[in-house]
């Protein structure tokens, strides 16, 4: 059965920093793309971030660029997302996905607050 | 970016009913493998989204064959034969053969 399971979230100033961890088990880790949705309060869905296999590739949305970093440990089949400067509006839960371009499989979520 | 664009935002339904939503993308979503890359997502009150339909057309398994997804190019539909109350949520289109990847804005699916 193939299980993802987000941690990492917090309640963090404005500009601090946060990094979130999905563990994933029950598939092939290390030949899946991998990736992070969000969600704000109330709001609909964004995706966040991709990154390919062997992290070749690493794709981001353009309000993140620069600021979030997304990575992976295939030893220990997790992906991280570590988030820079945080503002705001990128208060969300966030969700980690498995990512061919389908999204076929999500996690929990994990709430990031971001708040003075 | 691939702005995608669902209507209506907001659908009321009596059980038993049919129900449609529409999705329409701003280009073509036929990625370079041939396939095209349009998914559907179900997002319950207080739930992780779950997806429903895969490659525009395909059904994931276990999901009620009540359910169904079809269109091509830039215009996307899903279906819902009759709607039962275990629908009632947000539902979501997402293309997945550009980057950034981008959903619609959801619609609420609520009964009448």
């Known amino acids: 059965e193939v299980q993802l399971v987000e941690s990492g979230g917090g309640l963090v100033q404005p500009g601090g920093s946060l990094r979130l961890s999905c563990a994933a088990s029950?598939?092939?880790?290390?030949?899946?793309?991998m990736g992070w949705v969000r969600q704000a309060p109330g709001k609909g869905l964004e995706w966040v971030a991709n990154?390919?296999?062997?992290?070749?590739?690493?794709y981001y949305v353009e309000s993140v660029r620069g600021r979030f970093t997304i990575s992976r440990d295939d030893a220990k089949g997790s992906v991280y997302l570590q988030m820079n400067s945080l503002r705001v509006e990128d208060a969300a839960a966030y969700y980690c996905v498995r990512d061919g371009g389908q999204l076929d499989y999500w996690g929990q979520g994990t709430l990031v607050t971001v708040s003075s | 970016d691939v702005v995608m664009t669902q209507s209506p935002l907001s659908l009321p339904v009596t059980l038993g009913q049919p129900a449609s939503i529409s999705c329409r993308s701003s280009?073509?979503?036929?990625?370079?493998?041939?396939?095209?890359?349009l998914s559907w997502f179900q997002q319950r009150p207080g739930q992780s989204p779950r997806r429903l339909i895969y490659?525009?057309?395909e059904r994931d398994s276990g999901v009620p064959d009540r359910f169904s997804g079809s269109g091509s190019g830039t215009d996307f539909t899903l279906k819902i034969s009759r709607v039962e109350s275990e629908d009632i949520g947000v539902y979501y289109c997402?293309?997945?053969?550009?980057?950034?990847?981008?959903f619609g804005q959801g619609t609420r699916l609520e009964i009448k």
């Open positions: 029950g598939f092939t880790f290390s030949t899946y793309h």
């Open positions: 280009q073509g979503l036929v990625f370079s493998d041939g396939n095209t890359y």
């Open positions: 997402m293309q997945g053969s550009h980057w950034p990847h981008t």
């Open positions: 990154i390919s296999p062997s992290a070749g590739a690493l």
């Open positions: 490659k525009a057309s």
